[in-house]
């Protein structure tokens, strides 16, 4: 029996996706994943560690659904307008088998995942998986978003794709999108889009309104990255019920753990608490980003909890290895389109000054 | 725009899995859905309070490797043999997803999922959700498990169907198979074959060393049912590593929560308290089967955490209602080979006397 026989071609032919590092090294200052410096709110803790108990044996709510009220009551919307997921990671996979169909069945716009470069490098992989057809416009200058007119001349963009995705806030690049920007996009395109809110806490603007104006339009959240719930896997959805209705079909019948939905409803409830620490991260940022450029670096205007950065002196693979041996570990995406950039995530403001403290030293080797 | 026209037309037409009712009713005496009477034990609940701290705001293992180190040392195989997953609900589905072509992409055996009737009420979704083709074949006489020259001789059942599921000890009816009519399977089939194993811990023979035996057999086991820990969403999947790593290629980066592996790892290291609920479990099961079968009810002998009984007097269904007005809640499933049957999930001594003594009401009136 030859074993890969057993095995679909299209999945025998796929690169699995590469997540950030996550190594146990003494010391090591790991600004690679995005992850937030800051521990959840102590009430968050003490939230869970009451939760742990003999009730494990249970299963958890199917459907998150206490979660789900607290999420449409702070966004103002209808229950129905969320489906929560193991991260949003998990949401994101079952949007493209939910929307799209695999190119082997059907041709054409159908079967088109979207997106610009550089963005979130999940999507191709997501995309590959399903067997879907990926279309790919570069950012503008300064990873600026395309107008529709701008996207009609360039002749590449779909507007019937049936499904697209905005990381906004972009990442790699930090960029952030205005409401406005956005929902000219929203306007013009007719399949669904998912704007991937994920790093949007550290922006200036959200877009969530557009998610319940436009019914093609998807809002992507997460508690991973604002809300220092990485560990315990919880995002969401918000859209229109029709398309949520069609996610919650096809999702495992218990997609999220118990704990993670005791933490996340718990974190709801001390958003106060949060907005200290986007401040704080938002203030490491700034001065991150002036002394990184007093320094020769070129850095993009963030709006997110991470920087890139384009390095001087040595190429940003270089830098890369030269900052992980003094222990710091940043990010490095070896595209065209991102292969002269660093990846910084905002730490604590002394894990900025060994960051920068690092720098110095390799510059001036 | 008509929202409709953004999903898949196979979306649209699926009808979701219902997972068995959680509903919140002081007293109720929940039969339903096969959880553990007994909590976890004391040493996982410490194990889990002690994680819960500042480490939330990081991602957890991406590949949950030291419980697969645990599970693989404990199951006498290497690390690459185990994938975990967010419950083993979630494996199955990946199975599909790596193993089956959907209907549309290839006709015949590769797009084939198959299972006995009756067996695991998920399976059909998820065939349904990929879009393969579903092939059944009805269990024998008191829900027997075919021998491959039955298979044979009844031409339903395809020896080189994509993939095969074999519920063992089988759900609903708690039959249990030995591991030697299972090998019989195992060498006469050609295409994946997973033996689900999600109560095997209340049986008298497990099949893991098959897994390890045939390179298209795979193991499927959970934590939820006789561990105590459905709330944390933890199963698993032993197999030749190249089908584990078809799966692991496809999962999600981060599927299994950080206070789920925590969990499972703390419940490896405390089996000898969980053989002790095993036991419990099943003398419960004993007396209430034997109880049963003495006011009527025909009692399929069982090697789960569940019995299922055919009653007297009233019609399952109508049992199923008269027990619920008496704050009872068991598991009927409409389907033809099983709506003579009611499925009643193995509770504390308590829980049991309390629904035999409901029956005795219900035949007394």
Known sequence: ????????????????????????????????????????SPKVLSAVKKAVDGRFRLYPNPTSQPLRQKLAAIHGCGTE?????????????????????PAEVSKGSRSIVQYFTPSYSLYPVLADTHGAT?????????????????????????????????????APSGRGYGRAELEELCKAQKGVLIL???????????????????????????????????????????????????????????????????????????LEFYRGNFKKVIATRER??????????????????FVFAKPVKFSAQEWLKKLRDRKILVRWFGYPETKDFLRITIGTD????????????????
Chains 1, 2 share one sequence.
């Open 1 to 40: 029996m030859k074993i890969a026989n057993l095995i679909r071609p299209l999945v025998r032919e796929l690169h699995a996706y590469v997540p950030g590092e996550q190594p146990k090294i003494a010391g090591l200052i790991k600004l690679n994943t995005n992850e937030n410096p800051y521990p959840p």
């Open 81 to 101: 307008n969320v489906i929560v997921g193991n991260g949003s990671d998990e949401l994101l996979a079952l949007a493209i088998r939910a929307f799209v169909e």
């Open 134 to 170: 990926k279309n790919t416009v570069p950012l503008g200058k300064h990873f600026a978003l395309p107008t529709p007119s701008e996207l009609k001349r360039g002749k590449q963009w779909d507007f019937k794709a049936a499904l697209s995705f905005v990381t906004t806030p972009n």
């Open 196 to 270: 991937d809110e994920a790093y949007v806490d550290f922006a200036k603007e959200n877009a969530l309104e557009l998610a319940l104006k436009y019914p093609n339009v998807i809002i992507s959240r997460t508690f991973s990255k604002a809300y220092s719930l990485c560990f315990q896997r919880v995002g969401y959805f918000i859209g229109h019920p029709e398309l949520i209705s069609a996610l919650d079909k096809i999702r495992d019948s218990y997609n999220v753990n118990g704990l993670g939905q005791v933490a996340a409803v718990a974190t709801l409830d001390d």
């Open 288 to 305: 991150l980003s002036s002394e990184l450029a007093s320094l020769g670096f070129t850095v993009s205007p963030s709006e997110a909890n």
């Open 350 to 365: 002394k894990e900025a000054d060994a960051f920068l403290r690092a720098v110095r030293q390799i510059l001036a080797k």
